[in-house]
């Protein structure tokens, strides 16, 4: 298969604590694109980047969530000292982009889901 | 900026019912417009997409078009299915923040026999 993967799939931790996530993007695109989706809402764009650069940060990723995508190949996301607030799915979606004005179709992971208790 | 307003679920047809989930949307530019399909258990799929106005995505029975006039991308099918049980979002897209889409908050589709 060579799909999106992330993992873990499901992570259960305790407030406070620091956790990371992987995703492996389909091997041949260059935009990586993480986003939070909470129960009943869709999901919302945290940051992307094109190949290891980090072009975009939105409000939503504080100074606990930082991003990386070392060679441009899988990223992970770090957030620290966790609140029970964070508890959400992380997805994570890959796209191969090709200029301005083209389509970017973007693919999604199964995502991660996280729960600060 | 930039948003997505579509119906709120859930809906609940029986089979071979007619299926409209309306979407609207605010932008400031000309978006690409995307309906994505969320099965229970799955991931995020792409279900159909249009790129500029009057396009008609479709896919798989479903169809949408680009209505710039009412900045609207209304999801349709003729006769649903059980198998097309799953949560629909609207979602647009443009050059902005490197074209990361922009989701509606999803319409949960219950299908029964």
């Known amino acids: 298969d060579t799909g999106v993967s992330q993992d873990p799939r499901h992570k259960i931790t305790k407030r406070g604590q620091n956790v990371t996530f992987r995703c492996d993007p389909i091997?041949?695109?260059?935009?990586l694109y993480w986003y939070r989706q909470t129960l009943g809402q869709g999901p919302e764009f945290l940051t992307y980047f094109q190949n290891e650069a980090q072009l975009e940060k939105s409000r939503l990723l504080s100074d606990r969530f930082s991003a990386e995508r070392p060679k441009g190949s899988f990223s992970t996301l770090e957030i620290q000292r966790t609140e029970q607030g964070d508890s959400a799915m992380y997805l994570c979606a890959s796209s191969l982009f090709s200029g301005v004005g083209s389509y970017n179709e973007q693919f999604f992971g199964p995502g991660t889901r996280l729960t600060v208790l | 900026g930039n948003s997505v307003t579509q119906m709120e679920g859930p809906v609940t047809l029986s089979e071979e019912a007619f299926l409209t989930i309306n979407c609207t949307y605010t932008a400031t530019g000309y978006p690409s417009l995307f309906w994505y399909v969320q099965y229970p258990g799955e991931g995020l799929q792409l279900l159909l997409k249009a790129t500029k106005a009057d396009d008609k995505g479709s896919n798989k029975g479903f169809e949408a078009t680009y209505r710039k006039e009412t900045t609207s991308f209304h999801l349709e099918k003729g006769s649903v299915q059980v198998s097309d049980s799953a949560v629909y979002f609207c979602a647009l897209s443009d050059s902005g923040s490197g074209y990361a889409l922009n989701f509606g908050k999803g319409t949960s589709l219950l299908v029964t026999p």
């Open positions: 091997s041949e695109h260059n935009r």
